[in-house]
């Protein structure tokens, strides 16, 4: 199970940190991604931590805003996003996959909701 949570509304230019809380699995042998979709747009893949070598992804949109950090021994996943834009609006999924960072990992929560607004 992945459950989210710490999203909310928040001003351009401001902070927000993400987490995803991990049960049922041992986190640290599943890669772990995070996902958005904002109103109308198709999903879109935002960060990934592999499990087996520990590199990271980031999609050009976020580079140099986001960062994505997991904690195993807390079985947490966190997305630190700085410097929030109104493009940045969407609800916010993590996932889980056993292999490498790809777009349809096996494991999904119910998302939150992260609103960048004045």
């Known amino acids: 199970q992945l459950v989210e949570s710490g999203g909310g509304l928040v001003q351009p230019g401001g902070s927000l940190r993400l987490s995803c809380a991990v049960s049922?699995?041992?986190?640290?042998?599943?890669?772990i991604s995070w996902f958005r979709q904002a109103p109308g747009k198709g999903r879109e893949g935002v960060a990934c931590a592999n499990s087996f070598d520990s590199s990271t992804y980031y999609a050009d949109s976020v580079k140099g805003r986001f960062t994505i950090s997991r904690d195993n021994a807390k079985r947490t996943v966190y997305l630190q996003m700085n410097n929030l834009k109104p493009e940045d609006t969407a609800v916010y999924y993590c996932?889980?996959?056993?292999?490498?960072?790809?777009?349809?990992?096996?494991?999904w929560g119910q998302g939150t909701q992260v609103t960048v607004s004045s």
């Open positions: 049922g699995f041992t986190l640290e042998y599943y890669t």
């Open positions: 996932a889980a996959d056993i292999t490498g960072c790809n777009d349809r990992p096996d494991y």
